[in-house]
């Protein structure tokens, strides 16, 4: 059993690194102390923000996305895993695992928009671990659709239409599927989180040590005023370029920032906070009772199909990969990637919506891109 709790510790850990959402909520008014606080430039910053999500569609993200769920049919969604449309010609040896950050507030992990879309691929063989970023705007097939949508709706139709049938994890096995038809994968199973789990884990380590640019810095302030996640009352964030020392919400928000630069860079934040979470906690020594009480931390906000036998296979192989000496040595311990790749897509407006879209030609070379990553070639269906 004490193996058992390690291995899961390590496989809660990098799902929950994956929860990062960002909505806009009501608006308030900027003039407070952390405001009053700021320099010219930052100021003037916040005014600019402040002016660009003014004049942002009052219509959000799951209210575009609703306008379209009467193309989904309730029969679309079935319960049989041979209905994933997995990809059988994917190599065995590599395990990959859909993480699914939902946009949900309470402790809901069966519903929401799933902003954040990532695979998590473990080689059995090396124990070498992979993790890929889909942008949530990009617009795939989804299964039971007479057309396209945004990616991170699966998730959410697939609850409604589950909801409507009496399907278990409707919304998980249809973000699977969608996965799997638009990217040639095999996947089957998957974990869902929301933001809470990670700032409690954050916050149960002391918070974390992370490098910002004065940009981000200024940002995570704006927005724990804008979209207040939690009642404490905090000290802001120095606005300022280099290393700061955040607690869990800090941390949560740094890594759903959204509006400073473009959804690329956003999940570099994703990827670089869920390597910093990883480090602090293997390179810190924490003893077993440690990690277990992160573990009991965690596993309220999680959710996921994986049976205990794969989770000894994955984190045996992690941890003989030596994971553990490479944070020793302070190394990257995952290599990342993100689709669509720079210059292999194009921003169109698509019954409304503005999404990320691959042309025929660019998505193939995604494709292959995504397969030489995780594979060392291309499998393609």
């Given at each position: 059993m004490?193996?058992?709790?390690?291995?899961w510790?390590?496989?809660?850990?990098l799902?929950?690194?994956?929860s990062?959402?960002?909505?806009?909520e009501?608006e308030f008014s900027l003039?407070?102390?952390?405001?009053a606080s700021?320099d010219?430039?930052?100021?003037?910053q916040?005014?600019?923000w402040?002016?660009?999500?003014?004049a942002?569609n009052?219509?959000?993200?799951?209210?575009?996305a609703l306008?379209?769920?009467?193309?989904?049919?309730d029969?679309?969604?079935?319960?049989?895993?041979?209905?994933?449309?997995?990809?059988d010609?994917?190599?065995t040896?590599t395990?990959?695992?859909?993480?699914?950050g939902?946009?949900?507030?309470?402790?809901?992990?069966?519903?929401?928009?799933?902003?954040?879309?990532?695979?998590?691929?473990?080689?059995k063989?090396d124990?070498s671990?992979?993790?890929t970023?889909?942008?949530?705007?990009t617009?795939?097939?989804?299964?039971g659709?007479?057309?396209?949508?945004?990616?991170?709706?699966a998730f959410r139709f697939?609850?409604?239409a589950?909801e409507?049938n009496?399907?278990?994890?409707a919304?998980?096995k249809?973000a699977?599927?969608t996965?799997?038809r638009?990217?040639d994968?095999?996947?089957?199973?998957?974990v869902?989180?929301?933001i809470f789990g990670?700032a409690?884990?954050i916050?149960?380590l002391?918070g974390i040590?992370?490098?910002?640019?004065?940009?981000?810095?200024n940002?995570?302030?704006y927005?724990?005023?804008?979209?207040p996640?939690?009642?404490?009352k905090?000290?802001?964030?120095?606005?300022?370029?280099?290393?700061h020392?955040?607690?869990?919400?800090?941390?949560?928000?740094?890594?759903?920032i959204?509006g400073?630069?473009?959804d690329m860079a956003?999940t570099?934040?994703q990827r670089?906070?869920?390597?910093?979470v990883?480090?602090?906690?293997?390179h810190?020594?924490l003893?077993?009772d440690?990690?277990?009480s992160?573990m009991?931390?965690?596993?309220?906000?999680?959710?996921t199909?994986i049976p205990p036998?794969?989770?000894f296979?994955l984190?045996y192989a992690?941890l003989s990969s030596?994971l553990l000496t490479?944070?020793?040595?302070g190394e990257?311990?995952?290599?990342?990637?993100r689709?669509?790749?720079d210059?292999g897509?194009t921003?169109?407006?698509?019954d409304g919506?503005?999404?990320?879209?691959?042309?025929?030609?660019n998505?193939?070379?995604n494709?292959e891109?995504l397969?030489?990553?995780i594979y060392?070639q291309?499998?393609?269906?």
């Amino acid at each position: 059993m004490t193996l058992f709790k390690r291995i899961w510790c390590i496989i809660v850990i990098l799902a929950l690194a994956a929860s990062f959402t960002l909505a806009e909520e009501e608006e308030f008014s900027l003039k407070d102390i952390i405001y009053a606080s700021l320099d010219d430039e930052s100021r003037e910053q916040w005014d600019q923000w402040e002016a660009e999500e003014t004049a942002w569609n009052s219509m959000d993200d799951e209210e575009q996305a609703l306008l379209h769920l009467d193309r989904l049919p309730d029969a679309s969604v079935d319960i049989d895993p041979s209905e994933l449309e997995t990809n059988d010609k994917l190599p065995t040896d590599t395990v990959n695992i859909l993480l699914l950050g939902l946009d949900s507030r309470k402790d809901v992990l069966n519903n929401g928009l799933s902003d954040v879309v990532m695979i998590l691929s473990f080689n059995k063989t090396d124990g070498s671990i992979k993790l890929t970023s889909i942008l949530r705007d990009t617009y795939v097939s989804l299964p039971g659709y007479t057309q396209g949508n945004r990616i991170n709706t699966a998730f959410r139709f697939g609850a409604i239409a589950g909801e409507k049938n009496n399907v278990a994890d409707a919304g998980p096995k249809l973000a699977m599927r969608t996965v799997n038809r638009n990217f040639d994968m095999n996947i089957e199973h998957f974990v869902t989180v929301n933001i809470f789990g990670l700032a409690a884990i954050i916050d149960s380590l002391g918070g974390i040590d992370i490098e910002l640019t004065k940009a981000e810095a200024n940002r995570i302030n704006y927005e724990l005023r804008k979209e207040p996640m939690d009642k404490v009352k905090r000290s802001p964030v120095e606005g300022r370029a280099g290393m700061h020392h955040l607690d869990g919400m800090q941390a949560v928000t740094f890594a759903r920032i959204r509006g400073i630069d473009n959804d690329m860079a956003r999940t570099e934040r994703q990827r670089k906070l869920m390597e910093v979470v990883l480090n602090h906690v293997l390179h810190n020594g924490l003893t077993l009772d440690g990690m277990v009480s992160l573990m009991e931390t965690a596993l309220p906000y999680i959710y996921t199909n994986i049976p205990p036998a794969m989770l000894f296979e994955l984190g045996y192989a992690a941890l003989s990969s030596g994971l553990l000496t490479r944070a020793s040595h302070g190394e990257t311990l995952f290599s990342q990637f993100r689709i669509p790749m720079d210059k292999g897509f194009t921003y169109q407006n698509i019954d409304g919506m503005s999404v990320i879209f691959m042309s025929d030609r660019n998505k193939r070379l995604n494709l292959e891109s995504l397969h030489q990553f995780i594979y060392g070639q291309a499998y393609l269906r």
